[in-house]
Antibody, heavy 114, light 112 residues
Framework: EVQLVETGGGLVQPGKSLKLTCATS????????MHWVRQSPDKRLEWIAR??????????DYVESVKGRFTISRDDSKSSVYLQMNSLKEEDTATYYC?????WGQGVMVTVSS | DVVLTQTPPTLSATIGQSVSISCRSS???????????LNWLLQRPGQPPQLLIY???RLESGVPNRFSGSGSGTDFTLKISGVEAEDLGVYYC?????????FGAGTKLELK
């Protein structure tokens, strides 16, 4: 069974950091391109970041609003993808999903508030 | 960035009715490799999105064949031929041809 499980969310103050983890199983993680997508409280979906596989040099890409603050990474030995989020802003408040487009996790909530 | 305009924002349907959702792109979604990376997702209440259609018209495994996708370039359509109760939710188009990848604003399918 394919599973993607996000952890690491919670309530954090503006300017602080948080690291999300997406642990996967049930598919060949090492060749999958992994994405983080977030859904704001008004239900809009926003693609945040993508990391390609080893054969594509683990190339990364980001939406402009998180460039320089968020970092996507992966550990193929653990079938996991990560999102390091620094300098968090209130507008980063959302449910964060990891996904391959075909497969989605259940999401993890991140609330940025003082 | 590519802007995807979905219409209508809300769709009211009866069970068995056929409906269509439009997704128009601000620029062509034809990739240099010849593929068009336009997907359709359904998000049921309280659930994560799920993939219905990829590469414009290819049905994801396990998705009922009452769903179909069509289009090219900048103009795409999702059709549901005979709405069933389990189809209710919000439909999104998403493009992954041009980074940053972008979503439409969604179309909420409700029962009339």
């Amino acid at each position: 069974e394919v599973q993607l499980v996000e952890t690491g969310g919670g309530l954090v103050q503006p300017g602080k950091s948080l690291k999300l983890t997406c642990a996967t199983s049930g598919f060949t993680f090492s060749t999958a391109w992994m994405h983080w997508v977030r859904q704001s409280p008004d239900k809009r979906l926003e693609w945040i970041a993508r990391i390609k596989d080893k054969s594509n040099n683990y190339a990364t890409d980001y939406v402009e609003s998180v460039k320089g603050r968020f970092t996507i990474s992966r550990d193929d030995s653990k079938s996991s993808v990560y999102l390091q989020m620094n300098s968090l802003k209130e507008e980063d408040t959302a449910t964060y999903y990891c996904t391959t487009w075909t497969r989605w996790g259940q999401g993890v909530m991140v609330t940025v508030s003082s | 960035d590519v802007v995807l305009t979905q219409t209508p924002p809300t769709l009211s349907a009866t069970i068995g009715q056929s409906v269509s959702i439009s997704c128009r792109s601000s620029q062509s979604l034809l990739h240099s490799n010849g593929n068009t990376y336009l997907n359709w997702l359904l998000q049921r209440p309280g659930q994560p999105p799920q993939l219905l259609i990829y590469l414009v018209s290819r049905l994801e495994s396990g998705v009922p064949n009452r769903f179909s996708g069509s289009g090219s370039g900048t103009d795409f359509t999702l059709k549901i031929s005979g709405v069933e109760a389990e189809d209710l939710g919000v439909y999104y188009c998403v493009q992954s041809t041009h980074a940053p990848y972008t979503f439409g604003a969604g179309t909420k399918l409700e029962l009339k």
